[in-house]
């Protein structure tokens, strides 16, 4: 276009950039996010089929249920060193690849060990997604938008939370083979995964850290303008020279720690029981319950888990991650004593799932959104993919010890007595947010790391 003939709209979207630019690999990175959420949840209605066909002991339905738990740790712990060497972009394309095998890979075994490899390998995919699709979006966004965009990639999760509980209910009754069509469901979005991937930009900031500054200023100018682009790569050029890549740098090992916290608490407090065995707690411990019942509660549940989310993103970058942290972990706190003694009193099935969804609820406002956002934006540029990395890697670790303790725990102290035990899990979590976690709203991620700068001088 020749610049006699150039709009003032268009000179203006030249000038301060387009949210297209943004929102679609915003958007992209987020499938991966959609796919950890469909298959982490899949199982919960799967497992009360695998289990009869298969003639599964506690024990193993429990390896049969974090057999993918062990991948993720895997896969976030190789996100870590391959993001930061070959580019958050070639490692997620990996990441889709093995979506698609593990997908195909679970609807075909003939017994528990061959299914638990498949679910092995897409445990890898989700281990390296769930680190690199936050991070990604985090280091694409501009500051006030980044808790917002960041909450997206949480929103995917809990869309495909919601779908595989819907797929799971709507092939309850496709006979023996239902469970196989379950898991094979997740090859389409798989494939959709990596196409869109190679049509995406690589991450400014690591492009930074290679010395393609060049391509870098490009993709950022056309999010936010030449010149706020340019002062933008003049902040992170300026932080890259000050930061001594050492991961357990003095001035960024609280902030690591902080976020291996965060991630351990949004563990520990138990959301994965619900996520992974809530189908079998319906049926075996809240009275008059069949599989489809318990299915049904699982979509009502992801339905409000999906809900909830959109409220938290709404509020992230408006109230803060602090105190919506803090008031999620309270309400969660409450609502697992509720649940407790609903079960304890074996009240009616209504009674059980409206504890469990104002449970779900606040966990999805406040620390679903909050505990990915923070992790994402609290570390430094030049080790925050290995940061991330160390922090998901603690949070599947506290997700494989939680699925691989559960049963058996309930066997020993009741599921009333367990759930309780994740209330005071709750509380000590708030505690912890209340005196220990910085507000990061509104700053860039420059800014956050000057903060951990100055409190070590």
């Known amino acids: 276009m020749d610049s006699t003939t150039q709009t003032p709209g268009y000179v203006e979207q030249v000038r301060k950039g387009s949210a297209r630019y943004l929102y679609l690999p915003a958007m992209v990175a987020a499938i991966g996010g959609l796919l950890f959420g469909f298959d982490t949840a899949v199982i919960n209605g799967a497992i009360v089929f695998i289990k009869q066909q298969f003639g599964l002991s506690d024990s193993q339905t429990e390896i049969a249920a974090s057999s993918l738990l062990l991948g993720c740790v895997v896969g976030a712990s190789v996100a870590a060193f391959t993001s930061d060497r070959f580019g958050r972009k070639r490692v997620l394309l990996g990441a889709a690849a093995l979506f698609t095998v593990s997908s195909i890979g679970a609807a075909l075994p003939r017994n528990l060990i061959e299914f638990a490899v498949a679910r092995l390998l897409g445990g890898v995919a989700i281990g390296i997604a769930s680190t690199l699709s936050p991070l990604y979006i985090a280091e694409i966004s501009p500051a006030r938008k980044r808790g917002l965009l960041v909450s997206l990639n949480q929103l995917a999760i809990v ?177 697992l004593v509720a649940v407790s003694v609903a079960i ?65 725990l309930v066997n020993l102290f009741t599921a009333s007595g367990v759930f309780l035990l994740y209330a005071t899990v709750s509380i000590a979590a708030f505690l912890f947010v209340w005196r220990r976690i910085p507000e990061t709203k509104g700053r860039t991620l420059e800014e956050i790391e000057k903060w951990w700068l100055a409190q070590r001088g």
């Open 344 to 408: 304890h009193f074996q009240a009616a099935g209504a009674i059980v799932l409206i504890f469990v969804l104002t449970y779900v609820a606040c966990f999805a406002v406040g620390v679903g959104t909050g505990t990915w956002v923070m992790m994402s934006e609290i570390c430094p540029t030049r080790v925050r993919g290995r940061a991330m990395s160390v922090a998901t890697v603690a949070l599947w670790c506290g997700t494989l010890l939680v699925t691989l303790t559960f049963l058996s």
């Open 159 to 335: 869309s495909g939370i919601l779908l595989s509980y819907s797929v799971n209910y709507l092939l309850t009754g496709a006979g023996p083979a239902n469970w196989r069509w379950m898991f094979a469901a997740a090859a389409l979005p798989s494939v959709l995964f990596f196409l869109t991937l190679l049509f995406i930009p690589e991450s400014p900031r690591w492009l930074m850290q290679k010395s393609r500054e060049q391509e870098a200023e490009h993709f950022l100018a056309q999010i936010v303008g030449p010149q706020a682009a340019a002062g933008e790569i003049e902040a992170i050029r300026a932080a890259i020279s000050e930061e001594s890549g050492d991961l357990l740098d003095p001035a960024f090992r609280k902030a690591l720690l902080i976020a291996i916290a965060i991630a351990l608490f949004s563990q520990f407090t138990g959301i994965n029981t619900i996520i992974y065995y809530g189908s079998l707690v319906f049926l075996e411990h809240v009275p008059r319950q069949t599989a489809s019942t318990a299915l049904w509660a699982n979509v009502i549940i992801g339905a409000i888990n999906f809900v909830a989310t959109i409220v938290g993103m709404l509020l992230i970058d408006r109230s803060g991650r602090k105190p919506l942290l803090m008031s999620a972990f309270a309400g969660m706190a409450l609502s």
